[in-house]
């Protein structure tokens, strides 16, 4: 059951087509406050299609987009948006790249600095700040894309399959640092993903989606206590959900 009083963000009855290509058909989420929601679903699905509906990117042809109960359709600046790629700039340093949302508000270069430095040792980055995107691994490069993603909205944030191109164990660190940060910085996110494992082992919930025009197909409330380890991954409460989820895709 959700709580009316701690939703962030409710997606009601959302479709969206793009000419003849029928994408979102009849889509219903929510997001409460420091919670972290997962969306799951075949590849081509509308996914980031409805990412960008929720940042505002995108219009919906119909239905409605409601941040801390105003409609937002349309708009966008409310949340921050991390795509599956760290689209950092190669060209300037890992400070100067996390600081580009700073910047774009209207903060000072040395004031955004500041403000970006306070945050670099919780992110994993201290010592790294002069460095540049090409210096980094995949995985530090993803914690310096976290890092501006949480500048720009630092209380909800998209995160479109950011351990897609990882390999598989950076990606299972990156999981588990994901956990640490998340505890610490206390924003709620949607995140998607089309890791089943993944998605179990991060999410307060799981919105599976169906193939294209998407719909809800299940909706799976994960509860394993936290703080959770690597050992969730063996435990019978998560094979149980993984069973249940796979029930619905195959």
């Given at each position: 059951m959700n709580n009316q009083e701690n939703i962030l963000i409710e997606v009601k009855n959302i479709k969206k087509s793009f000419g003849d290509l029928y994408t979102l058909k009849d889509i219903s989420i929510v997001l409460e406050k420091n919670h972290f929601v997962s969306i799951v679903g075949p590849s081509g699905c509308g996914k980031s299609t409805l990412f960008d509906v929720i940042a505002g990117l995108e219009k919906p042809d119909r239905g409605n987009?409601?941040?801390e109960g105003k409609n937002h359709n349309g708009k966008t600046g409310r949340v921050s948006y991390m795509h599956q790629k760290d689209l950092l700039f190669p060209w300037s340093n890992i400070i100067d790249n996390v600081c580009v949302p700073l910047l774009i508000k209207g903060y000072k270069k040395k004031d955004a600095a500041n403000?970006?430095?306070k945050h670099f040792a919780a992110f994993g980055l201290e010592g790294f700040e002069k460095r540049y995107p090409s210096?980094?691994?995949?995985g530090m490069r993803q914690r310096a894309a976290l890092l501006r993603t949480y500048l720009f909205a630092d209380d909800i944030m998209l995160l479109d399959e950011p351990f897609a191109s990882l390999d598989s164990i950076t990606r299972k660190k990156m999981q588990l640092w994901l956990l640490k940060i998340w505890e610490q910085i206390n924003a709620s996110i949607f995140f998607i993903t089309h890791d089943i494992d993944e998605a179990i082992f991060l999410s307060?919930?799981?919105?599976?989606l169906s193939p294209r025009p998407a719909t809800v197909k299940g909706i799976f409330d994960i509860d394993i206590q936290?703080?959770?380890?690597s050992t969730v991954f063996t435990s019978e409460k998560f094979n149980h959900i993984k069973e249940e989820i796979f029930k619905l895709l195959y």
């Amino acid at each position: 059951m959700n709580n009316q009083e701690n939703i962030l963000i409710e997606v009601k009855n959302i479709k969206k087509s793009f000419g003849d290509l029928y994408t979102l058909k009849d889509i219903s989420i929510v997001l409460e406050k420091n919670h972290f929601v997962s969306i799951v679903g075949p590849s081509g699905c509308g996914k980031s299609t409805l990412f960008d509906v929720i940042a505002g990117l995108e219009k919906p042809d119909r239905g409605n987009v409601f941040i801390e109960g105003k409609n937002h359709n349309g708009k966008t600046g409310r949340v921050s948006y991390m795509h599956q790629k760290d689209l950092l700039f190669p060209w300037s340093n890992i400070i100067d790249n996390v600081c580009v949302p700073l910047l774009i508000k209207g903060y000072k270069k040395k004031d955004a600095a500041n403000i970006a430095a306070k945050h670099f040792a919780a992110f994993g980055l201290e010592g790294f700040e002069k460095r540049y995107p090409s210096q980094l691994s995949g995985g530090m490069r993803q914690r310096a894309a976290l890092l501006r993603t949480y500048l720009f909205a630092d209380d909800i944030m998209l995160l479109d399959e950011p351990f897609a191109s990882l390999d598989s164990i950076t990606r299972k660190k990156m999981q588990l640092w994901l956990l640490k940060i998340w505890e610490q910085i206390n924003a709620s996110i949607f995140f998607i993903t089309h890791d089943i494992d993944e998605a179990i082992f991060l999410s307060d919930r799981i919105y599976l989606l169906s193939p294209r025009p998407a719909t809800v197909k299940g909706i799976f409330d994960i509860d394993i206590q936290r703080p959770r380890g690597s050992t969730v991954f063996t435990s019978e409460k998560f094979n149980h959900i993984k069973e249940e989820i796979f029930k619905l895709l195959y």
